[in-house]
C-alpha cells in the first residue's frame, strides 16, 4: 500500500532562516505529489503539486523519485509561514490523496 | 470562501447515538471526500464519491456511513458501530476524483 512519511512533526526556524519540510512516500510507479497547508483558524488548502512545478508564496518542491522524496524548502522563512503543512500522494488514475501525518511549522521572530 | 460548509461545527454524541455530520458544496464537483482528522495521524479517508449515487469505502470506513443523492450534498453518519468516534471529521470535494482538494472547515464530535 502507498504510504506517506513525513518525519518530523515538529519544526521550528528563526525567521530569516531556510526551511525544509521533508515528505518521502513509498510508491514504486509514478505518483502525483501535493503539499497541503493549514494557517490558524483557516482551512486546509493545496499549496503546491509537483506537476505544476512552481514557487508558491516562495515554496518550491521537487520530486525526487531516487530518493523517493517530496521536501519543501523555502530559503528564508517569514513569521507567516507558520502553519500545519501535509505531504499527499495520489497514484496516478486513482481517486484518492493518501496523506502524511503532518509536520507543525513555527517561525520564531 | 463558502464553497463547502460543513456543519455543525461541534457535535456532541451519546453513547449508542447515531449522528448525521452535514456536507454542502456549491462549486459544482463531482467529487466528494470525508476525512477523520486524529492528532499524530493526519487525515484518513473514511469515504469519497466520484460522483452522484456513487461512493466508495477509503481505509476506515467501519462505522461509518455515506449518501450521495445530490451532487451538493454528501453527508456522514457516524454510527454506533464507530469504537472511537471522537475526532475532527474534514469534508473535501474537487472538480472530478483525483484532482485537488477543497476543504471545509470540519466538525469536531466528541462523545459525552
Known amino acids: 500500500a502507498q504510504r506517506v512519511t513525513q518525519p518530523e512533526k515538529l519544526l521550528s526556524v528563526f ?24 494557517y490558524s483558524r483557516q482551512r486546509l488548502q493545496l499549496l503546491l503539486r509537483h506537476i505544476s512545478r512552481e514557487s508558491i508564496k516562495g515554496f518550491t518542491a521537487d520530486l525526487n523519485k531516487g530518493e523517493t522524496s517530496f521536501h519543501l524548502k523555502k530559503p528564508f522563512a517569514q513569521e507567516e509561514d507558520s502553519a500545519m503543512y501535509y505531504c499527499a500522494l495520489r497514484v496516478r488514475g486513482a481517486q484518492k490523496l493518501v496523506f502524511g501525518q503532518g509536520t507543525r511549522l513555527t517561525i520564531n521572530p | 470562501d463558502g464553497g ?12 449508542g447515538q447515531n449522528v448525521t455530520l452535514s456536507c454542502e458544496q456549491n462549486l459544482n464537483h463531482d467529487a466528494m471526500y470525508w476525512y477523520r482528522q486524529d492528532p499524530g495521524q493526519g487525515l484518513r479517508l473514511i469515504y469519497y464519491s466520484q460522483i452522484v449515487n456513487d461512493f466508495q469505502k477509503g481505509d476506515i470506513a467501519e462505522g461509518y456511513s455515506v449518501s450521495r443523492e445530490k451532487k451538493e450534498s454528501f453527508p456522514l453518519t457516524v454510527t454506533s458501530a464507530q469504537k472511537n468516534p471522537t475526532a475532527f471529521y474534514l469534508c473535501a470535494s474537487s472538480i472530478e476524483a483525483g484532482q485537488p482538494q477543497h476543504f471545509g472547515d470540519g466538525t469536531r464530535l466528541s462523545i459525552l
Not at chain 1, 530569516?16 to 493549514?38: D, I, M, R
Not at chain 2, 463547502?4 to 453513547?15: C, D, G, M, N, V
Open chain 1, 15 to 38: 525567521k530569516g532562516a531556510p526551511v525544509e519540510l521533508k515528505c518521502n512516500y513509498s510508491y514504486s510507479g509514478s505518483p502525483e505529489l501535493f503539499w497541503y497547508v493549514q
Open chain 2, 4 to 15: 463547502i460548509t460543513q456543519s455543525p461545527k461541534y457535535l456532541f454524541r451519546k453513547e
